[in-house]
């Protein structure tokens, strides 16, 4: 049995491309993180007052499984957001699996914060807006699948 879609409004394809977009960016860390860019990590080590070299040591320090579980953070939402453009249901799924990640990731970073990291306001901040992003994208698939613009 196949579902028929119907044409997606205007406001689907802004959210998709922007969905896109947003979760680039992760990509983009997370890629940058892995491969130890030594200039990326250096800027986002002054924040904590750590250079480079701190950053890469810590990032190494990760367990196994909280590696995989950040890259199925970011590459379940990569995902999400291209089976979204494709208007495929599966975008919700990817969208889950996204959650999950995240979710434990976002444990793990609060177990073991970057050393010499003593405020928690900004990563708490940026914890909800990356929840809230995500959680608006699963509800957002699932209310296109409901009306039928994916499939």
């Known amino acids: 049995m196949t579902t028929t879609r119907i044409k997606a409004p205007t406001t689907f394809w802004i ?3 922007l969905s896109l977009l947003w979760n680039a960016f992760g990509a983009y860390d997370y890629l940058m993180t892995q491969l130890q860019n030594r200039e990326y990590l250096g800027s986002m080590g002054q924040g904590f007052g750590l250079n480079a070299d701190q ?3 810590y990032y190494a320090a990760m367990p196994w499984w909280g590696s995989v579980f950040w ?15 494709l208007r495929s249901r599966f975008a919700m799924h990817a969208f889950i699996v996204s959650l999950l990640g995240l979710v ?9 914060p970057i050393p010499g990291q ?10 909800i807006i990356l929840l809230a ?5 699963i509800s957002y698939s699932r209310r296109m699948i409901a009306r039928r613009v994916i499939a």
Request: proline share 2%; hydrophobic share 70%.
């Open 15 to 17: 959210v998709a491309v």
């Open 55 to 57: 950053m890469i040591a």
């Open 71 to 85: 890259a199925l953070g970011v590459w379940g939402s990569v995902a999400g957001s291209v089976l979204l453009l």
């Open 104 to 112: 434990v990731t976002l444990i793990l970073g609060f177990v073991e």
């Open 118 to 127: 003593t405020d928690m306001t900004l990563p708490i901040i940026f914890s």
């Open 133 to 137: 992003v995500l959680l608006a994208l």
